[in-house]
């Protein structure tokens, strides 16, 4: 069997390794020119089924590896004031951090000679004896028994495939940044993560500092070629649809955090001040939910082309990671001559779109959660 990925996101890289390991062919075709190319390094928290998923794809050997880039997030979440008073603190959480640049560069591990970058999916066709064809912008092709859209929220797969599922606009839109982390920053997140709100204005912080640092990692392991990133906080403030701010693109992303935080501690100031340009963003909330079943036949998708959650959810890798490991299974089934290729995406879609849906519906809950009196006006 050959399988066709679109997309070297954190789903289609996991698949790649899964499958390789399971001796099932998988190349994966990825749009940009390489994995650093654009924005790419924030902070994800992993639950108990995205870890067990990656554990599942990822060969033994990187498993070390895998834990050692993690961050401990453990303790109360506190809840401050903008003049960094204790507001409340709510019961203690415990989960683990990773980042997403360094997990995609571990996640390229052993792979990389079958993950071709600059390979824009425009299209495919679907051939008469079986099969696929997928097409690139560059004018080349390729062919497989199985094509994988696991390319992100803007799909080309799902445009062709489920051209009626939308993608829904919250309005919201959230300043995500990332500061180097010093112990003055530290400070401001004693337990599993802070929010400080002066009652129109919500910044969430939240910490990355990983157990051993990537470049520890690479001294001890130099064909892992992670990322040099040191340990950084992670903060997050949401804009309410239409707030008057968003219409001033003379203002960059950071400008837009500092006049909402004006009169606001030093500290929150300084945060916001010192972060990271290349890895400091706008972001705009949108979801996909899988709305449909389309025809079964030898082209699906998996992660954020067919469930694309609010970040709000804490969940869009955990299931795009799931999915991967989903898919693996179905196909090592087929591999083993239990379920013909056709019964086991199928079973691989019922039981996805069912999840898929449901981690978006609790991605936008909780993005009303977040909404202060700012965002909701
Ligand atoms: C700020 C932020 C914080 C988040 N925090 C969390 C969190 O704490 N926990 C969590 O579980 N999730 C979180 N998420 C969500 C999570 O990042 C995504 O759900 C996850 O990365 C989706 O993975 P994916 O592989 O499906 O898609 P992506 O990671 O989007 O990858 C898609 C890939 O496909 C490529 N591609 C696109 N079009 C084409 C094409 N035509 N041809 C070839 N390649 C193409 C893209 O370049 C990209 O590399 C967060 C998201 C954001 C933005």
């Known amino acids: 069997m050959k399988v066709i990925i679109i997309g070297a996101g954190l789903g289609g890289l996991c698949l790649a390794q899964g499958l390789r390991a399971a001796g099932i062919e998988a190349t994966v075709h990825e749009r940009d020119p390489d994995i650093t190319a654009r924005f790419q390094g924030y902070r994800i928290g992993l639950g108990e089924r995205g870890d067990s998923a990656l554990r599942a794809c990822l060969p033994q050997a990187l498993h070390p590896v895998l834990d050692a880039v993690k961050g401990d997030l453990a303790g109360e979440r506190v809840r401050l004031n903008h003049r960094l008073e204790r507001v409340s603190t709510d019961p203690p959480a415990l989960a683990v951090a990773i980042d997403r640049h360094v997990l995609r560069h571990l996640l390229l591990s052993g792979i990389g000679a079958h993950v071709r970058f600059g390979k824009a999916f425009t299209g495919y066709d679907q051939l008469p004896g079986g099969g696929v064809r997928a097409r690139f912008a560059d004018g080349s092709s390729v062919d497989g028994d199985l094509l994988v859209g696991a390319d992100g929220i803007n799909s080309a797969v799902r445009a062709q495939l489920s051209p009626s599922t939308p993608v829904e606009d919250s309005g919201v839109r959230a300043l995500i940044g990332r500061t180097p982390l010093t112990e003055r920053f530290a400070a401001l997140v004693p337990g599993f993560g802070t929010g400080v709100s002066d009652g129109e204005v919500a910044m969430m912080l939240g910490l990355m500092r990983f157990r051993v640092l990537p470049s520890v990692l690479n001294e001890l392991a130099p064909e892992l070629g992670l990322p040099g990133v040191g340990h950084y906080l992670r903060w997050v403030i949401m804009l309410a649809p239409g707030h008057p701010l968003l219409a001033r693109p003379d203002l960059s992303m950071r400008e837009i955090a500092l006049e909402l935080t004006r009169g606001w501690h030093a ?107 700012a965002t909701a006006r």
């Open 267 to 373: 500290d929150v100031r300084a945060v916001i001040e010192g972060a990271d340009r290349d890895n400091s963003v706008l972001l705009s909330i949108r979801t996909v939910s899988p709305a449909e079943r389309w025809p079964p036949g030898p082209v699906t998708l998996l992660g954020d082309a067919i469930h694309a959650t609010s970040p709000s959810g804490g969940n869009g890798a955990n299931t795009a990671l799931h999915d991967a490991d989903l898919l693996r299974r179905k196909l090592i089934d087929v591999r083993d001559g239990r379920v013909p290729p056709a019964g086991a995406v199928d079973a691989y879609e019922t039981e996805m779109v069912s999840y898929g849906a449901e981690a978006v519906a609790h991605s936008l809950r909780e993005l009303d959660r977040f909404r202060t009196p």
